[in-house]
T-cell receptor, first 112, second 112 residues
Framework: DAEITQSPRHKITETGRQVTLACHQTWNHNNMFWYRQDLGHGLRLIHYSYGVQDTNKGEVSDGYSVSRSNTEDLPLTLESAASSQTSVYFCASSLAVSGEQFFGPGTRLTVL | QKEVEQDPGPLSVPEGAIVSLNCTYS??????FMWYRQYSRKGPELLMYTYSSGNKEDGRFTAQVDKSSKYISLFIRDSQPSDSATYLC????????????FGKGTKLSVKP
């Protein structure tokens, strides 16, 4: 069955370190998204991509970057992790730009 | 001001009750509205998808859009303990402006 996976599921890191969160989908969806979810803020869009080599900034993109070299993967990189980036990160993909987004299981990141 | 406002709750009801979950939005240009359900420590999953002018029913769930008051609602009939989750409303413009904006979510608990 097609699916969307995230790794790692849990990560503890130190401030200043570079961290990369992986997202892989097997639906062959062109559209992929990264969100963070925090108490009191809900889901907020970090970056998104509408296809290979396409990346765009979302609402809370500072301190994060993405690259899209193939259809299946959209890794999220925290260039220099900060305690404010402690959060749960969700990756999602969709077939149509305005269609249903399918979410991964999430990565819980703690920055000490 | 966030474009989609949602009461975070928590909301606690007895099993069998009718549940009403609500969101308000500020921009009349929105075309599509969605309700996602998120169980604890899981990714959100799409529950209902409606256009700005329609209502939709699916089993025990009914999604309703009131354009005049810019109100969207999700009704759950005969609520079950398995309905205990956080419910997120979301909207998008449709077409090429398809990115979702989520409300903060309402946490629902259905007591046996």
């Amino acid at each position: 069955d097609a699916e969307i996976t995230q790794s790692p599921r849990h990560k503890i890191t130190e401030t200043g370190r570079q961290v990369t969160l992986a997202c892989h989908q097997t639906w062959n969806h062109n559209n992929m998204f990264w969100y963070r979810q925090d108490l009191g803020h809900g889901l907020r869009l970090i970056h998104y991509s509408y296809g290979v080599q396409d990346t765009n900034k979302g609402e809370v993109s500072d301190g994060y970057s993405v690259s899209r070299s193939n259809t299946e993967d959209l890794p999220l990189t925290l260039e220099s992790a900060a305690s404010s980036q402690t959060s749960v990160y969700f990756c999602a993909s969709s077939l149509a730009v305005s269609g249903e987004q399918f979410f991964g299981p999430g990565t819980r990141l703690t920055v000490l | 001001q966030k474009e989609v406002e949602q009461d975070p709750g928590p909301l606690s009801v007895p099993e069998g009750a009718i549940v009403s979950l609500n969101c308000t939005y500020s921009n009349s240009a929105f075309q599509y509205f969605m309700w996602y359900r998120q169980y604890s420590r899981k990714g959100p999953e799409l529950l209902m998808y409606t256009y700005s002018s329609g209502n939709k029913e699916d089993g025990r769930f009914t999604a309703q859009v009131d354009k005049s008051s810019k109100y969207i609602s999700l009704f759950i009939r005969d609520s079950q303990p398995s309905d205990s989750a956080t419910y997120l409303c979301a909207r998008n413009y449709g077409g090429s402006q398809g990115n979702l904006i989520f409300g903060k979510g309402t946490k629902l608990s259905v007591k046996p």
